[in-house]
């Protein structure tokens, strides 16, 4: 099966930078995905790690290491509207994709 | 515009009914996905479907059943033996093959049985 976790809740300062931290098990790997989801609306893609390393998108950076089961997404220079939630999810054989929990992100002023 | 369209975004049934939701994409997805979400949760995968007329179970596929006859359509139907129907139903596709690391999602709908 597959299993993700990461923190349920984050808050932050507005200009400041946050880390969201998600280590996965899972049988069969073929890469992490990171969402936004706003209250009451449907999640958006950010961005998708296949293999080691970083991928920087604008202001919003994703990290994958593959043999620690663990990746992270990073966002830089905050703002009001990146208050949302953050979703990691794993792609795994036959096309599964799994999601963890969420982490709601605030932030402050 | 090319996209996935859910209707309707709210729906209100009685307990014991069948209720179909509808997911429709004009992207040319392969792959099609329901998920479902209760407040403050993530998203749990309810069944997925790699190509037409072919579908698999995912984590919470009980209670659902679904058709993939044509590839732009992949609805839902959330039958009496749902025990708990009320949540929010989120249908997403994928364009590329496995491993594939974005889904497109559509707007939702809320269900609400009474």
């Known amino acids: 099966g597959q299993s993700l976790e990461q923190p349920s809740e984050v808050t932050a300062v507005e200009g400041a930078i946050v880390q969201i931290n998600c280590t996965y098990q899972?049988?069969?790997?073929?890469?992490l995905s990171w969402y936004q989801q706003h209250d009451g609306g449907a999640p958006t893609f950010l961005s998708y790690?296949?293999?080691?390393g970083l991928e920087e998108t604008g202001r919003f950076s994703s990290f994958l290491s593959r043999s620690d089961s663990y990746g992270y997404l990073l966002l830089q220079e905050l703002q009001m509207k990146d208050s949302a939630s953050y979703f990691c999810?794993?792609?795994?054989?036959?096309?599964?994709?799994?999601f963890g929990i969420g982490t709601k992100l605030q932030v402050i002023p | 515009d090319g996209g996935i369209t859910q209707s309707p975004k709210y729906l209100f049934r009685k307990e014991g009914q069948n209720v179909t939701l509808s997911c429709e994409q004009n992207l040319n997805h392969d792959a099609m996905y329901w998920y479902r979400q209760d407040p403050g949760q993530g998203l749990r995968l309810i069944y997925y479907s790699q190509i037409v007329n072919d579908f698999q179970k995912g984590d919470i596929a009980e209670g659902y059943s679904v058709s993939r006859e044509k590839k732009e359509s992949f609805p839902l139907t959330v039958t009496s033996a749902q025990k708990n129907p009320t949540a929010f139903y989120l249908c997403a596709s994928s364009p590329r093959g496995q491993g594939s690391g974005e889904q497109f999602f559509g707007p939702g709908t809320r269900l609400t049985v009474l």
């Open positions: 899972t049988s069969g790997f073929y890469g």
């Open positions: 790690n296949a293999l080691d």
């Open positions: 999810a794993v792609s795994g054989g036959y096309q599964k994709v799994t």
